[in-house]
T-cell receptor
Framework: AQKVTQAQTEISVVEKEDVTLDCVYE???????LFWYKQPPSGELVFLIR??????QNEISGRYSWNFQKSTSSFNFTITASQVVDSAVYFC?????????????FGQGTELSVKP | ETGVTQTPRHLVMGMTNKKSLKCEQH?????MYWYKQSAKKPLELMFV???????ENNSVPSRFSPECPNSSHLFLHLHTLQPEDSALYLC?????????????FGSGTQLSVL
């Protein structure tokens, strides 16, 4: 069965520290997509990244980077030199199967608190 | 103007009330969704509409009734809710319902059922 696990419920760091948010997924499909979303206190989830199952290249976007490893079914997210504005709940999500768009399977989220 | 707008932001209702949640998207998308976010639980997909037709009903109780009059508007009609229905209800939209579509979310309606 498909599942997304974010084992870290809450993480607290001090500004400028690096922090990695873990995501482990389960799926029987060979074609799938993985996502990360950020949910700030205002409530709306904001799309951060999408990765398909055939592309294991790591990606860097500014202070954000993602490490996709199919061998361990993981899609971890690292924030370098964290800032207070990074405080939010971060969700990892899985989308699989043709004609299954929008049916994201979410992890439980990791609440990140960055203290000044 | 934000891409996806939800009203109201907060709603308190009794178990015998009838209320509606509204969602409007200004992105020209063809698909809209309702998700439920309860405390300590992952987001749960409730309904999917594509081109105004419901394509998914994720075993949601009949006390939740969606309506999609056009591709820009989505409603969630509520009646005889239970306290366990208290949650953040998020609307989202996407260009289509393909597997790789990214979703654009509204800020949600925080619902409390007394």
């Amino acid at each position: 069965a498909q599942k997304v696990t974010q084992a870290q419920t809450e993480i607290s760091v001090v500004e400028k520290e690096d922090v990695t948010l873990d995501c482990v997924y389960e799926t029987r499909d060979t074609t799938y997509y993985l996502f990360w979303y950020k949910q700030p206190p205002s409530g709306e989830l904001v799309f951060l990244i999408r990765r398909n199952s055939f592309d294991e290249q790591n990606e860097i976007s500014g202070r954000y980077s993602w490490n996709f490893q199919k061998s361990t079914s993981s899609f971890n997210f690292t924030i370098t030199a964290s800032q207070v504005v990074d405080s939010a709940v971060y969700f990892c999500a899985l989308s699989e199967g043709y004609n299954q768009g929008g049916k994201l399977i979410f992890g439980q989220g990791t609440e990140l608190s960055v203290k000044p | 103007e934000t891409g996806v707008t939800q009203t109201p932001r907060h709603l308190v209702m009794g178990m015998t009330n009838k209320k509606s949640l509204k969602c409007e998207q200004h992105l020209g998308h063809n698909a809209m969704y309702w998700y439920k976010q309860s405390a300590k639980k992952p987001l749960e997909l409730m309904f999917v509409y594509s081109l105004e037709e419901r394509v998914e009903n994720n075993s949601v109780p009949s006390r939740f009734s969606p309506e999609c009059p056009n591709s820009s508007h989505l409603f969630l009609h509520l009646h005889t809710l239970q306290p366990e229905d208290s949650a953040l209800y998020l609307c989202a939209s996407s260009q289509a319902t393909a597997m790789n579509e990214k979703l654009f979310f509204g800020s949600g309606t925080q619902l409390s059922v007394l």
